[in-house]
């Protein structure tokens, strides 16, 4: 839980509970916290704690609730750390439009927002009602979509995600910004997004480091433990990593944002760091084990398109079916479905027409369905077959992958295999 203090300044390392409480609740309440696991007594408090939260608040601080990230308060540092870090987190993640977000503990509801004017189904799921009221109301108040036409696609849940079955195979990705050190089970509810996630479903964790012990951050988080009751317990990095794995999460990566404006002094660049705020983040990404991306809902379509040069007819008869043997690779991050039976987002490979020259004439040659799915990497072959133009002359003819519905593979970048036929 926040006000206006900046999210890394607020974490409180299970090393030093037990210190902690004997300042808060004496020494007695201290003999609790020796182990790590916090019982069914104690956790219900921080969780009523972190449902009460808001009405805790002086005014301005809930006022603020609303407003966040935007600060009137001349707290621009704040305020310019959370476009970093937004920005950040759209850029490794690097979902497609529409893509499912879930926002765990998502408080008042800015992250949900941005999420959703970027073009995502966001659904944000946080334990206090009151929070959820917030993040509503600044949701309803926005008149404008990702597109014309359009509404934000975002929704909330009252719940607690630690005991809520958040459904499986929903989530393209699943977020927890400043979030993950309020629960009582991290564990738990790790298990619960792995499950929500779709496969090859990404998680982005941001949290604070633990504090140095008798360091004023700690005697600032002793304070706000005091003051709000939630829990705050935060990871070392290898602890963090530890739980992840513990779940199943794979391809962990740890980052470290470091954001900047430079100095230009002619063609040179001079970096300086010296009013720049000192990195306090455990940032991972990882994944639920699997792919993500298949193309129902693609990320990168690129193919490479193989044929025997010698099996192209140098000349064929009008209106003749040609026959050609082709192999094809996935190049992409892609999983090519093959099922023709769907009415879109199924691969063919299809048939664009040219003129001599090599100006568009048609694309409604036919298409080949691939015999199977096709995972990124692996090759697959098949028969091509297509009918010759009726009218004699020199075409130019260029064979591609077709995401039916969705795109051809050259509009994505990839490149088709062209060739040229004599049709007498």
Same mark, same amino acid.
């Given at each position: ?119 995502? =189904?966001?659904?944000?799921? =946080? ?39 958040l459904g499986s195979e929903l989530y393209h990705a699943a977020i ?223 064979? =591609? ?24």
């Open positions: 839980m926040y006000a206006r203090y900046l999210t890394s300044l607020r974490r409180i390392p299970k090393l030093i509970i037990k210190r902690l409480t004997i300042q808060i609740r004496t020494k007695k309440g201290a003999e609790k916290y020796k182990t790590a696991v916090i019982d069914k007594k104690e956790a219900k408090k921080y969780k009523t704690a972190a449902i009460n939260y808001p009405k805790r608040l002086e005014p301005w601080s809930n006022y603020y609730l609303f407003i966040k990230p935007f600060d009137n308060a001349g707290h621009k540092d704040y305020s310019a750390l959370f476009f970093y870090h937004f920005a950040n987190i759209i850029k490794i993640l690097e979902l497609p439009q529409k893509a499912k977000i879930l926002d765990v503990a998502c408080g008042p509801g800015w992250l949900c927002e941005f999420l959703g004017r970027s073009g995502y =189904d966001v659904t944000g799921i =946080d334990i206090s009602p009151d929070m959820i009221n917030i993040a509503k109301e600044r949701i309803q108040a926005i008149k404008f979509g990702p597109q014309k036409g359009h509404s934000l696609q975002i929704k909330f849940l009252v719940e607690d995600a630690e005991n809520t079955d927890f910004y400043d979030a993950l050190h309020h629960f009582t089970e991290p564990l738990a509810i790790l298990e619960r997004v792995l499950a929500s996630l779709k496969s090859g479903g990404k998680l982005y964790i941001q949290e604070g480091i633990k504090p140095a012990p008798g360091s004023e951050l700690e005697q600032h988080l002793i304070k706000e433990m005091n003051q709000f009751g939630t829990l705050e317990k935060p990871f070392d990095q290898s602890e963090l990593f530890g739980i992840l794995k513990k779940v199943g999460f794979v391809n962990l990566q740890a980052y470290e944002a470091v954001n900047l404006i430079v100095k230009r002094e002619g063609r040179k660049i001079e970096p300086s760091l010296r009013n720049s705020m000192v990195p306090m983040t455990n940032t991972v990404v990882a994944r639920k084990p699997g792919n993500l991306y298949d193309s129902q809902f693609p990320h990168q379509l690129k193919a490479r398109i193989s044929i025997d040069k010698e099996s192209i007819p140098q000349i064929v008869l009008a209106g003749a079916v040609l026959q050609l043997e082709v192999s094809l690779k996935n190049e992409g991050d892609t999983l090519w479905l093959s099922d023709p039976n769907s009415t879109t987002g199924f691969v063919t490979i299809g048939t664009k027409l040219l003129d001599e020259r090599r100006q568009f004439l048609s694309d409604a040659l036919e298409r080949s369905n691939l015999p199977h799915n096709v995972s990124p990497g692996q090759t697959v072959a098949l028969t091509h077959r297509f009918t010759a133009p009726t009218k004699p002359g020199l075409y130019w003819i260029k064979l =591609d992958l077709v995401d039916e519905q969705i795109a051809w593979f050259e509009d994505e970048g990839s490149q088709p295999l062209i060739f040229s036929i004599q049709v007498r």
